[in-house]
């Protein structure tokens, strides 16, 4: 994913705000559990806003994980283990090929069929214009004054404590 401008900037202010904080840190633990649940909430809000549900898989999806790179440690954001996640975050415009399947047939032209019954669909490709419906992209986005103020609290909470 491309970053823009203001993402990239949010980074380096909050790579700024954290280095006087122990990767260790209950304090920063904690400022990223916050952000975390927050950002999380703010992204289902966006799921819910523009009516991506249709199981509930993908808003299920959304969650946050720490990780931790030498150093440094943070928390990702994302809908994981859901393939068609980035085709809402980001569309898609393209063909797609579609494998040879079985389905079970109980409408034909908008009326239901007294005796349904399981037909075979060739392998076939399809084209697909899918309109980007983001809700991670804004989610992170509108909340950048609260994630700087969360751990600008848990920088202080830190020095406090030493």
């Known amino acids: ?3 823009t401008h203001n993402t990239n900037q949010l980074i380096k202010r909050i790579q700024a705000r954290t280095k006087g904080l122990s990767p260790d840190s209950p ?3 904690q400022a990223l559990t916050r952000i975390g649940l927050y950002i999380t909430a703010v992204a289902k809000l966006n799921v819910r806003g523009q009516n991506l549900i249709d199981t509930g898989r993908l808003l299920n999806s959304i969650r946050y994980e720490f990780f931790r790179d030498g150093t440094n440690v943070g928390i990702r954001v994302g809908s994981f283990n859901v393939p ?8 898609f415009h393209g063909s797609q090929n579609v494998p040879a399947h079985s389905r079970l047939m109980t409408t034909a032209f908008g009326r239901k069929v007294k005796d349904p019954r399981r037909i075979e669909v060739a392998a076939h490709s399809r084209v697909m214009n899918i309109r980007a419906r983001p809700y991670l992209r804004p989610a992170i ?13 848990a920088l202080l909470v830190a020095k406090q404590g030493k």
Request: aromatic residues 12%.
């Open 1 to 3: 994913m491309a970053l």
């Open 84 to 91: 068609y996640a980035a085709v809402h975050e980001f569309g």
């Open 27 to 29: 304090a920063l633990n």
């Open 141 to 153: 986005r509108t909340t950048g004054t609260f994630v700087l103020d969360t751990l600008r609290a």
